[in-house]
């Protein structure tokens, strides 16, 4: 199969304000037909405290967007906004927020010139440890840490109360078949570093309840130097559910996807196993079941500077990987694609990336490929 690609735009960007950093998006399409993208927008860089999760909506079948409106800002920075309809008009955005210490650790580290990170966040350094010394002692400073979400039940025009939950998602949970919404991702029990397994739970969209359902062990598939974070979870059509992990180091030298599946709905799942072959460059993952019944996931492709897409034509029990969705070799910042349906069967992949391709000074903008599978 190849990818046949019909377009390519910017639907996302503040490119006149200092305020010009949009990243992590997620595309769904809406009970009623509507497409929105979800991102964490108005910050300044990859790491800030300044990050809003925004919306923007499409009602033309993903031609034109509105622009960003905020629906979480909490005090410290909302990042990585997921997309989740469910029910017949109600749809959950999710984010994740980092805490005043990640910051602090993070920009204390660049001392000057020579530090790795300096060209890309040094001019950034005391603009956000300023804010981060500026909310330090209020009082819910520390309130909304890990993932929160805000429900609208009629179709994104307007939204309830935030509420915090402990996995950390950033495409957003899946819905089982019966309704229910079932959310795995990770929890950062110190509010910097990934605690050493997934959880999962049933989260009540309206009071943000949470019950545990399982866990999956990283020491059980990786070794200690490596995490397991950010899964994306889909139930196909058969009832099968399938995860994809992002796996990596903390050098980066190892970054790739692996699988698992379930045939009781979360309770249990199989021991994941590797996709890849090679382990610097697919990751993370976003599953997205086709009208035709193929199971279509796009990720980032490091080697090439670009986004990727791998199908499935048999539940998940293969994949048929390479098919090219975006290059530019000029990228220094890109990732974090997804993908939706449109209404003529073809395919909209939302990913963030410094499109103009000026390393070390260009923030990122969402851009959007319209694509079609063939044979």
């Not at 058969?238 to 180091?249: C, L, T, Y």
């Not at 974090?336 to 069967?345: I, V």
Request: negative net charge; proline residues 5%.
């Amino acid at each position: 199969m190849k990818a046949k690609i019909l377009d390519t735009k910017i639907i996302c960007e503040n490119k006149h304000s200092a305020h010009n950093y949009f990243g992590w998006p997620t595309v769904a399409k809406l009970r009623d037909g509507k497409i929105m993208v979800g991102a964490s927008g108005f910050r300044v860089r990859h790491v800030c405290p300044y990050g809003k999760a925004v919306v923007c909506t499409s009602y033309d079948d993903g031609e034109t967007w509105t622009p960003p409106t905020v629906v979480i800002d909490t005090l410290i920075d909302d990042r990585d906004v997921g997309i989740t309809p469910f029910g017949e008009s109600s749809v959950m955005v999710m984010s994740l927020s980092d805490s005043m210490e990640y910051i602090n650790e993070f920009y204390g580290a660049i001392k000057d010139e020579s530090h790795p990170r300096f060209d890309r966040f040094g001019k950034f350094k005391d603009y956000s440890l300023a804010y981060a010394e500026f909310v330090k002692d209020k009082e819910n400073v520390n309130e909304f840490l890990g993932s929160n979400f805000r429900v609208s039940h009629d179709n994104g025009l307007t939204f309830g109360p935030i509420h915090n939950v402990p996995p950390m998602i950033p495409h957003g949970p899946c819905v089982l078949p019966d309704g229910r919404i079932f959310a795995m991702g990770n929890t950062r029990g110190d509010g910097i570093h990934y605690d050493r397994f997934l959880s999962s739970y049933i989260i009540n969209p309206d009071t943000g309840e949470c019950e545990l359902v399982s866990k999956i062990y990283s020491d059980d598939f990786i070794t200690e130097d490596v995490i397991a974070c950010e899964p994306y979870t889909i139930v196909t059509k058969s009832g099968k559910m399938i995860v994809h992990i992002r796996v990596e180091n903390s050098d980066m030298s190892i970054k790739t996807t692996y699988q698992c599946e379930s045939y009781d709905l979360g309770k249990t799942f199989t021991k994941p196993h590797k996709l890849f072959d090679d382990d610097t460059g697919a990751t993370p993952t976003h599953i997205l079941q086709h009208s035709s019944g193929a199971l279509i996931a796009v990720h980032a492709w490091r080697k090439e500077s670009g986004i990727d897409a791998m199908v499935s034509t048999d539940d998940g029990e293969t994949w048929e990987k390479g098919l090219e969705i975006y290059r530019n070799e000029e990228l220094l910042d890109w990732s974090y694609p997804s993908s939706c349906e449109l209404s003529d069967g073809s395919i909209l992949t939302v990913f963030y990336a410094d499109p103009e391709g000026e390393p070390n000074s260009k923030a990122c903008s969402v851009m959007a490929v319209k694509w079609r599978l063939e044979k």
